[in-house]
């Protein structure tokens, strides 16, 4: 089935679509349910119109400051020139958030075209931003390291990218699992297009990464946007879940479950939840998960609760993922 996505996404936009359907996993089915969103963080503070927040990430500092950074934009949308991205901080994941510089804008002498969807994480005292640069042509979109010492002033990697891939791969998401680095991206079955999917690659030094694999295959094919961007993987007691979207609609999350963190089935959908580009964090007073995009007037979270207990083993969300 091939599907315009840029198409469908501006059609919700203009109709007004902000959150999508109910979940579609029976009682039975949900490991996981997603409560009420509320407001945290407006990117239109300070300016003259209305800006917005896009794909985002969370990650809580040494001394305990939260940190936000996003791809950001004046309204309306206008994603071929979303060329800086969003920095704001709050001393509680809820706020007050106060925004801040630009944390990096686009350089074209690296080779970069436009800023998409960052990830950072830390390691020992060095923060690592991992972000889609785009490039010439869409079947070799770039995937970028930044490194930083206090989240405010960045330096990218002397090396250059770190791989290219299509179609648009974008949207990194870092984990390290069984002793080694795991880089999630959104990409397609080739480079060129194909099915949607989500991809990753395996690295000892988050410089060198191997080639791509799958770890989840839509039925939904194309191009431009899809259904498996923003992927999120997480562990929680014995299963892992992968987080995507957008589905039933711009603000729209599914949620499948694996035994393993590089297989997921579309058969294992355990719930659908109403967000667009959605993140999970957690701080001392439990787990949540974001919304924001194109039209959403800001930054939302929503707390989650879980079927079943986690365990020791449970993935770290908004602190550092290694040393």
């Not at 667009?276 to 949540?288: F, K, L, N, P, S």
């Amino acid at each position: 089935m091939e599907v315009n996505r840029r198409t469908a996404l501006a059609g919700c936009l203009a109709l007004g679509v902000t959150l999508g359907l109910a979940g579609t996993g029976s009682a039975a089915e949900a490991d996981l349910t997603v409560g009420t969103f509320a407001k945290i963080y407006d990117p239109s503070v300070g300016e003259s119109g209305p800006w917005y927040l896009n794909d985002h990430t969370f990650i809580r500092d040494l001394d305990g400051t939260w940190h936000v950074f996003g791809i950001t934009h004046a309204e309306p949308a206008d994603p071929d020139n979303e060329i800086s991205f969003a920095h704001a901080t709050a001393p509680d994941l809820h706020g007050p958030w106060t925004k801040q510089p630009f944390a990096l804008t686009v350089d074209p002498a690296y080779g970069e075209t436009h800023l998409w969807a960052p990830h950072v994480i830390r390691v020992g005292a060095t923060y690592h931003m991992f972000y889609c640069g785009g490039g010439a042509e869409s079947a070799v979109s770039a995937i970028n390291l930044a490194t930083s010492k206090d989240l405010f002033h960045w330096t990218r990697d002397p090396g250059g990218t770190l791989f290219h891939d299509g179609y648009d791969a974008r949207d990194p998401y870092v984990i390290r699992i069984d002793g080694r680095w795991v880089l999630f991206y959104t990409g397609n079955t080739e480079p060129s297009g194909g099915n949607h999917v989500v991809l990753y690659r395996t690295s000892h030094d988050l410089r060198h990464w191997s080639d791509r694999d799958i770890a989840y295959v839509s039925p939904e094919s194309g191009t431009w946007g899809g259904p498996t961007e923003s992927p999120f993987v997480l562990r929680h007691g014995r299963y892992w879940y992968l987080f995507t979207g957008p589905r039933l609609g711009y603000a729209g999350t599914d949620v499948h479950r694996s035994d393993s963190p590089f297989h997921f089935d579309n058969a294992d959908l355990v719930t659908h939840f109403p967000a667009h580009a959605a993140e999970v964090v957690r701080d001392h007073t439990g787990w949540y998960a974001s919304h924001a995009g194109w039209g959403q007037g800001g930054l939302y979270l929503a707390p989650i609760t879980w079927a079943r207990p986690g365990g020791p083993a449970d993935t770290p969300a908004g602190d550092d993922v290694g040393t």
